[in-house]
């Protein structure tokens, strides 16, 4: 049957399919972006809202929300091309928007990934996926928005939404963009053979050194919420984690821009490793408190993602399983163990223990792919010839590389983190003042979850009182009576649950 000679559906080549398109490819990483994109909206914002207090689950879910949308335009105005376009610093890209047509259905590139020999031969071309600039540009959106959302874990029920509207799109700018374009983007360790594959250091161990200092700077929820925070709704919070999990497909196996063999290897290695996780942390709670807990079932799950994340596409699936078991134990160790016996970790109020989940995982998953990443499979997805982990010829020097790196996150996420809250902090107050703490939603937004009262709502004598009928003195005095008595008795009985 002959091709149709006129322009139509089922032309050879149409106008917008060029030559250098892949349909399948530029498919695949729409719907790897989607993934992503899925964990925070609604993902996060759903785990968010339910593993808090009651009257903290608007301020928490919103948290995410803002989060997610100051990103994008942050992103598309100048973000973008800091983290992926030509080279400024060693660490930093160039500023520049990515709003423009031109720009935007270009074949996809990254010029400073170029990497060239001691002889200044070129021995790895530019990274040039086959698909649209826009598509690179959304689906590198997804994952820095993420990133913010997983650091908001940190400052849940007592940042002043002011001050997090402010520090969001700073903090993406001065450091999040360093830290891809060092290790994405073509930057100084992307150069030195440092491997990341999608994200265990630019996300995780980012996000988890950010909201512990962070919370450090912000200072801590009020004494009674340290003690009591127990989620308003576990199925919800499940609900969340299992939007996460699957989302992960996305995450990792969107890394090699492409849906090729290595994202297939990321995502089985990326689903075995979180249930291993879960697995271990929680026969660890089974072992030592005597009963599972969904709560940690759910940090189990999320640690051991954490974990293979650095080298999903890079290991072999049996190793993917012992990442599951180090990523389900180590961290449990630190927040269990350590984390009681450690007076800093003690002082500074991490909500979600973000520090052990992220911070904790993603360095140790780093350390595991400097062991085990194969050089098979590393061949096919890294830059520098010869990357390969230390079991399969690479020598402790690719081990030190990987600490090396994770240094430079840790004291950059440090210092860039505190620099932009204390400036922050000359202009808008970082935390809620106590007595908007003790309301909390109602307080911050005028908003509240749920149409119960016990958890922090104010409780409207006058209103109440009418409703008795009550007039005067005498009736307030026992309607004020009335109240105390139910007050102490209740304890917020059937609004939060303690574990």
Request: hydrophobic share 50%.
């Amino acid at each position: 049957m002959a091709s149709p000679s006129g322009p139509g559906p089922y032309m050879p080549r149409p106008p917008a399919v060029p030559e250098w398109l892949n349909t399948g490819d530029n498919g695949w990483q729409l719907t790897a972006a989607t993934f992503v994109g899925l964990q925070s909206m609604p993902g996060l914002v759903v785990l968010y809202g339910s593993i808090v207090k009651k009257k903290w689950a608007v301020n928490s879910a919103f948290m995410a929300l803002y989060a997610y949308a100051s990103t994008l335009i942050v992103w598309v105005l100048v973000g973008f091309r800091m983290a992926f376009g030509h080279r400024l610093l060693p660490f930093w890209g160039k500023a520049g928007p990515a709003l423009t047509q031109g720009f935007l259905v270009a074949r996809a590139s990254v010029p400073a990934t170029a990497h060239y020999g001691k002889d200044g031969a070129l021995e790895t071309p530019r990274t040039e996926p086959f698909y649209p600039e826009a598509s690179m540009v959304l689906f590198q959106f997804e994952l820095a928005a993420i990133t913010l959302v997983l650091l908001a874990g940190s400052l849940l029920g007592r940042m002043n939404i002011k001050a997090w509207m402010a520090f969001t799109p700073l903090w993406l700018l001065f450091s999040y963009t360093v830290c891809a374009f060092s290790l994405w983007g073509g930057g100084f360790l992307y150069q030195w053979g440092v491997i990341d594959y999608s994200g265990g250091y630019v996300i995780h161990l980012s996000s988890g050194v950010a909201g512990f200092t962070a919370a450090y700077w912000v200072g801590p929820r009020l004494k009674s919420d340290r003690e009591r925070f127990s989620p308003n709704n576990i199925l919800l919070m499940i609900a969340g984690g299992g939007l996460l999990w699957l989302g992960w497909a996305g995450f990792n196996g969107g890394a090699p821009y492409a849906p090729n063999i290595t994202a297939s290897i990321a995502v089985l290695n990326t689903n075995v490793s979180a249930a291993a996780s879960l697995l271990t942390w929680t026969c660890l709670d089974v072992i030592f408190f005597g009963k599972p807990s969904v709560i940690g079932a759910v940090q189990g799950m999320m640690t051991g993602l954490v974990c293979i994340t650095p080298g999903a596409g890079l290991v072999h699936t049996w190793s993917a399983i012992l990442m599951g078991i180090c990523g389900g134990s180590v961290p449990w160790f630190t927040m269990m163990i350590l984390h009681k016996r450690s007076a800093l970790l003690q002082k500074v109020d991490d909500t979600l223990a973000v520090f052990h989940t992220h911070a904790v995982a993603g360095l140790l998953g780093g350390l595991l792919t400097g062991l085990l990443a194969t050089p098979d499979l590393t061949a096919v997805h890294t830059h520098v010839p010869g990357t390969r982990g230390a079991f399969y010829g690479g020598g402790i020097g690719q081990v030190g590389k990987q600490l090396a790196g994770a240094l430079f996150v840790v004291v950059w996420n440090v210092v860039a983190t505190t620099v932009i809250l204390l400036g922050v902090g000359l202009v808008v107050p970082l935390r809620m003042p106590d007595e908007q703490l003790k309301i909390g939603d109602d307080a911050a937004h005028g908003e509240e979850a749920y149409a119960l009262w016990g958890d922090g709502e104010r409780f409207d004598v006058t209103r109440h009182e009418a409703a008795r009928g009550g007039g005067g003195a005498w009736g307030a005095a026992v309607v004020d009576e009335t109240i105390d008595h139910r007050l102490a008795g209740m304890g917020a009985r059937g609004v939060t649950i303690q574990l």
